[in-house]
């Protein structure tokens, strides 16, 4: 597992979008893994820079989501469906064709998961990008007993809940549960890379990089996969600079 150190957001977006578009330029028929979450949108606004300045070209490219809510519809603006379009899809040369997301609408979970599976069966991330919850979630695998293999539907916790109540109008709107990449889905990429900002994350962030790879810490689970970059900013940084600041690198 590589940490890279970024001095703040525009630091480590920009940081990570060079990563992300190296995959993208490299394969132009690569298969990106996605993610949400307010984390990514700096990322995502560099490739969208990347397309305008004509550098990146997404014509061939697929792109497989890691998650969805469910009982929202893709025209509600709290989809991750919506989310997508309006940070990324909607402003590169992409085909909607190619691009993929569990369908949160679709109430028949066992039928809907192993839609999921088959496509992530057929086309498995050359990268996947990831963010993570304040409790170590990465896509929705919450913390529990066992990892999670498959994709699956989770029961969102109440921290998970509440963190994302500020994208709702009201905290009740949040839906309560999420269909979701599950471990094996996301360990299957050939290179993760995960973005954390803020001083909310720092905790977390220094639990994932020394603390025992559980499945209470999701994302600890990555200190498993031969080829994971985490870019994260000096605040999510912090716990881990008193720590352990060895394991952090400037490139
Ligand atoms: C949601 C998403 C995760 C994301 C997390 C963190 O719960 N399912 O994929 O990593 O939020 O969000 P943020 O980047 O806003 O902190």
Same mark, same amino acid.
């Given at each position: 597992?590589?940490?890279?150190?970024?001095?703040?957001?525009?630091?480590?977006?920009?940081?990570?979008?060079?990563?992300?578009?190296?995959?993208?330029?490299?394969?132009?028929?690569?298969?990106?893994?996605?993610?949400?979450?307010?984390?990514?949108?700096?990322?995502?606004?560099?490739?969208?820079?990347?397309?305008?300045?004509?550098?990146?070209?997404?014509?061939?490219?697929?792109?497989?989501?890691?998650?969805e809510y469910c009982?929202l519809?893709?025209?509600?603006?709290?989809s991750?469906?919506?989310?997508?379009?309006?940070?990324?899809?909607?402003?590169?040369?992409?085909?909607?064709?190619?691009?993929?997301?569990?369908?949160g609408?679709?109430?028949?979970?066992?039928?809907?998961?192993?839609?999921?599976?088959?496509?992530?069966?057929?086309?498995?991330?050359?990268?996947?990008?990831? /963010?993570?919850?304040?409790? /170590?979630?990465?896509?929705?695998?919450?913390?529990?007993?066992?990892?999670?293999? /498959?994709?699956?539907?989770?029961?969102?916790?109440?921290?998970?809940?509440?963190?994302?109540?500020?994208?709702?109008?009201?905290?009740?709107?949040?839906p309560?549960?999420a269909?979701?990449?599950?471990?094996? /889905?996301?360990?299957?990429?050939?290179?993760?890379?995960?973005?954390?900002?803020?001083?909310?994350?720092?905790?977390?962030?220094?639990?994932?990089?020394?603390?025992?790879?559980?499945?209470?810490?999701?994302?600890?689970?990555?200190?498993?996969?031969?080829?994971?970059?985490?870019?994260?900013?000096?605040?999510?940084?912090?716990?881990?600079?008193?720590?352990?600041?060895?394991?952090?690198?400037?490139?």
């Amino acid at each position: 597992m590589k940490i890279i150190y970024a001095k703040d957001y525009d630091d480590m977006s920009k940081k990570a979008a060079a990563l992300l578009a190296a995959v993208v330029t490299a394969k132009p028929d690569c298969v990106l893994g996605l993610a949400t979450g307010s984390t990514p949108v700096g990322l995502y606004r560099e490739l969208i820079r990347g397309y305008e300045e004509g550098r990146l070209d997404f014509s061939r490219v697929r792109t497989v989501n890691l998650d969805e809510y469910c009982g929202l519809t893709a025209d509600s603006d709290q989809s991750y469906v919506y989310f997508m379009r309006e940070n990324l899809f909607d402003h590169i040369n992409i085909d909607p064709a190619n691009t993929h997301i569990p369908n949160g609408a679709n109430p028949d979970a066992a039928a809907e998961c192993a839609r999921y599976d088959a496509l992530l069966d057929a086309m498995p991330a050359d990268i996947q990008l990831l /963010g993570i919850g304040n409790n /170590g979630h990465i896509g929705f695998n919450e913390p529990a007993d066992s990892f999670a293999v /498959g994709t699956h539907q989770v029961m969102l916790t109440k921290s998970t809940i509440d963190a994302n109540a500020r994208f709702f109008a009201k905290p009740e709107d949040v839906p309560r549960s999420a269909y979701t990449m599950g471990i094996a /889905g996301i360990m299957r990429a050939k290179k993760i890379l995960l973005v954390a900002n803020g001083v909310n994350k720092a905790e977390i962030i220094e639990k994932v990089a020394t603390g025992p790879v559980c499945p209470q810490v999701p994302a600890s689970v990555l200190r498993l996969h031969p080829d994971v970059t985490i870019v994260a900013d000096s605040s999510a940084l912090g716990c881990l600079q008193k720590s352990c600041p060895a394991l952090i690198s400037e490139e």
